[in-house]
Nanobody, 128 residues
């Protein structure tokens, strides 16, 4: 089993920043890929960012490109999402996800169906 616990969400004014963390525990293996998704009320889950197990490859959704940065600390089994220049439309529940097996050190995954386990989510609210 694998557990993912997100933290760092909260209320912030437009233009502000937040840093989300996702700590993984359990049988995570050593070559997992991780990602962040978000879901606003009444909307479908949206891909935000993904990172390979080596950390050398990253990919972002168009709506966050240039504002968000994904990173990971493999020694701590933790992935981060630095969110800058936040906008009201970034308001959503943010979820991290993990895929246990990957093809290479630079493999990344953008579909929610590629992931094996999910965290419980952390709420981000951006006021205008």
């Amino acid at each position: 089993q694998v557990q993912l616990v997100e933290s760092g969400g909260g209320l912030v004014q437009a233009g502000g920043s937040l840093r989300l963390s996702c700590a993984a525990s359990g049988r995570t293996g050593t070559s997992n890929a991780m990602g962040w998704f978000r879901q606003a009320p009444g909307k479908e889950r949206e891909f935000v960012a993904a990172i390979s197990w080596s950390g050398r490859a990253t990919y972002y959704g168009d709506s966050v490109k240039g504002r968000f940065t994904i990173s990971r600390d493999n020694a701590k089994n933790t992935v981060f999402l630095q969110m800058n220049s936040l906008k009201p439309e970034d308001t959503a529940a943010y979820y991290c996800a993990i895929r246990l097996s990957t093809n290479s050190a630079t493999s990344i995954y953008v579909s929610e169906y590629d992931y094996n386990y999910w965290g419980q989510g952390t709420q981000v609210t951006v006021s205008s």
